[in-house]
């Protein structure tokens, strides 16, 4: 009986972040906040290494809101801040990661895997500017953004 309980508090644990790596985040990356609404209507790509920037980022995407989060606290000697903006949409259901984000030949290569709402889904006809803002390791090689993967999503109902 120990040996269930002990192996669902850790399914538990990794379900809310607690457990082992995801195999699909690249190593060191946190995401600091991801939504449907920022106040960024173009897609667009952005890297930050200061506290003035990234006060200036959440003024940006954040501006227009009654009750933004936080800015958090970044140790800029290990980590920096990457975030996508997907743009605005015609309707919910978007999904967005960091897939890559780290340094390659000399590079630091950024791409992010979008995932679109399944066949038969039912997103909400609702305007939506999907985003994702991430902490990843510092690096002083220069940043390469790659064009966004799409994938669809598993079709819903039937």
């Known amino acids: 009986m120990k040996h269930i309980l002990l192996s669902i508090a850790v399914m538990a644990a990794a379900l809310v972040g607690g457990g082992a790596a995801r195999a ?76 890559e984000a780290q340094e390659d030949l000399g590079v630091f290569k ?15 006809p609702d305007k939506v500017r999907p985003y994702i803002i991430v902490a990843v390791p510092i690096s002083a090689a220069p940043i390469s953004f790659d064009d966004p993967l799409q994938k669809n999503g598993p079709p819903c109902g039937g």
């Open 110 to 124: 950024a791409q992010v895997t979008v995932t679109i709402p399944g066949m038969n889904c039912h997103a909400n």
């Open 24 to 99: 699909d985040v690249p190593p060191g990356l946190v995401i600091l906040e991801q939504g449907a609404h920022s106040d960024v209507a173009d897609e667009a790509y952005k890297d930050v290494h200061n506290d003035a920037d990234l006060k200036a980022l959440w003024a940006q995407v954040y501006g227009k809101s009654a009750s933004p989060p936080s800015i958090p606290q970044i140790d800029w000697t290990k980590q920096m801040v990457l975030a996508y903006f997907m743009g605005e949409q015609k309707h919910t259901g978007y999904r967005i990661a960091f897939t």
